[in-house]
């Protein structure tokens, strides 16, 4: 046989080249832009959801705090004590009641699992290094739990303390130095003419000059006045006191007349955006704020303490304050804004969240109330006794 014969499975198949596939510039950029504005369409979508947790998170802390007031109304058998004044800070050694001149936030310290903090310093004596060291760590702790997490951090901020009472000057150096531990939220001191401060609208309430004054027979025959005009309800002069907390007081839930559904306890502070770091000098300075230039552990202070428009007819006010667009301006509630500070005195409720600031109340309920809530409303939930029935908003 002859020839040659190739078989089939020996046949050879012509080389093909393969050839890789790429984007060309224009659908690369077409990709790009797709994806750009997903980003755009997702970003606000997670802001939203952070900024609602933040609010939560807000929420909680306040409702804390409230189960802290009815637990110290429950053990002391009256709400934390609104302090003194703004030239005294919380001291151990001083207990509870009339005779601590610190804040509500020292007072329920005990209540919010840090006991340990409200112990520092006590058995020592006031004035002593000790007592001092203490008072120092206490003041530069700053606690989470009492800051809103939309506003700001728990950190400490500088603070300007000009008026602190001879035990506590050491105070302004550590303010101006290291900073202070500071507070988003404020006590309701009500709806009276003085709402947040023992010196306001041209009414001044007796501050001691020393433990040595208040104790002696003419500090308590002062202070003796003072309480009657403070707590008299049918006095109800320019004194008198509408809220939960304030100057000296030893309320109990018994004493909130209007029902504790139905009246602040401890809400949001107004703060403006630009005084969120505040400042370390004087009025007048940079990032200064009447209510935020000194620490969490002050007494009855703007710092602390809020208020709603007086709704007795004075002579700051007069009778049509309701009708008067500056006087409700005062104290209406606001959002957080840049650029200016808000209106001295700083005695409104406000925060930084959209539509409304979160309240609780005696019961320990907590709400959002708006800013545009009606300023007659509002000074009704700010008086534990004005009688007026509402519906929270």
């Keep these: 046989m002859s020839g040659c014969r190739v078989a089939a499975h020996c046949q050879v198949r012509p080389f093909i080249r393969s050839r890789l596939s790429a984007f060309t510039l224009v659908?690369?950029?077409?990709?790009?832009?797709?994806?750009?504005?997903?980003?755009?369409?997702?970003?606000?979508?997670?802001?939203?959801?952070?900024?609602?947790?933040?609010?939560?998170?807000?929420?909680?802390?306040?409702?804390?705090?409230?189960?802290?007031?009815?637990?110290?109304?429950?053990?002391?058998?009256?709400?934390?004590?609104?302090?003194?004044?703004d030239g005294y800070y919380g001291d151990p050694t001083r207990g509870y009641g009339k005779s601590q001149p610190g804040s509500w936030c020292y007072n329920i310290l005990s209540y919010v699992e840090q006991a340990p903090l409200r112990q520092l310093g006590t058995g020592t004596t006031p004035g002593s290094t000790g007592w001092q060291n203490a008072i120092t760590q206490v003041n530069t702790t700053p606690l989470a739990g009492f800051m809103c997490?939309?506003?700001?951090?728990?950190?400490?901020?500088?603070?300007?303390?000009?008026?602190?009472?001879?035990?506590?000057?050491?105070?302004?150096?550590?303010?101006?130095s290291q900073g202070i531990a500071k507070t988003d939220y404020a006590a309701n001191a009500g709806a009276g003419v003085v709402t947040a401060s023992e010196t306001q609208n041209g009414v001044v309430l007796y501050i001691p000059a020393s433990y040595t004054e208040e104790a002696s027979a003419a500090g308590?025959?002062?202070?003796?006045r003072n309480e009657g005009f403070?707590?008299?309800?049918?006095?109800?002069?320019?004194?008198?006191?509408?809220?939960?907390?304030?100057?000296?007081s030893e309320l109990g839930l018994?004493?909130?007349e209007d029902g504790t559904s139905n009246v602040y306890m401890v809400g949001e502070k107004s703060l403006g955006i630009d005084q969120y770091e505040s400042s370390a000098g004087a009025s007048g300075t940079p990032g200064f704020d009447w209510g935020e230039n000194q620490g969490m552990y002050t007494g009855y202070e703007w710092d602390?303490?809020?208020?709603?428009?007086?709704?007795?007819?004075?002579?700051?006010?007069?009778?049509?304050?309701?009708?008067?667009?500056?006087?409700?301006?005062l104290y209406q509630p606001v959002q957080d804004q840049g650029g200016v500070a808000p209106p001295d005195p700083q005695e409104k409720f406000?925060?930084?969240?959209?539509?409304?600031?979160?309240?609780?109340?005696?019961?320990?309920?907590?709400?959002?109330?708006?800013?545009?809530?009606?300023?007659?409303?509002?000074?009704?939930l700010a008086s534990r006794l004005d009688g007026n029935a509402v519906t929270i908003p």
């Design 27 to 85: 659908e690369l950029l077409v990709v790009i832009a797709i994806i750009g504005v997903l980003v755009a369409l997702l970003l606000p979508a997670v802001q939203a959801a952070r900024e609602a947790a933040r609010r939560m998170q807000c929420s909680n802390n306040l409702k804390q705090i409230g189960l802290a007031w009815l637990n110290h109304e429950n053990a002391q058998k009256f709400l934390p004590s609104g302090g003194w004044g």
């Design 149 to 176: 997490p939309s506003r700001r951090p728990a950190k400490l901020y500088p603070s300007y303390v000009g008026s602190a009472n001879g035990l506590f000057t050491f105070l302004q150096s550590v303010g101006r």
């Design 220 to 224: 308590q025959a002062q202070i003796s």
């Design 230 to 248: 403070a707590n008299d309800p049918l006095d109800k002069g320019d004194r008198y006191q509408t809220g939960v907390s304030y100057w000296r």
């Design 254 to 256: 018994k004493r909130i």
């Design 304 to 329: 602390n303490h809020r208020g709603a428009l007086p709704l007795q007819p004075t002579q700051a006010f007069g009778s049509n304050a309701f009708s008067n667009a500056n006087n409700v301006a």
């Design 350 to 380: 406000g925060g930084p969240h959209a539509g409304g600031f979160n309240m609780v109340f005696c019961d320990g309920s907590v709400h959002t109330i708006p800013f545009d809530v009606d300023p007659l409303v509002h000074s009704y």
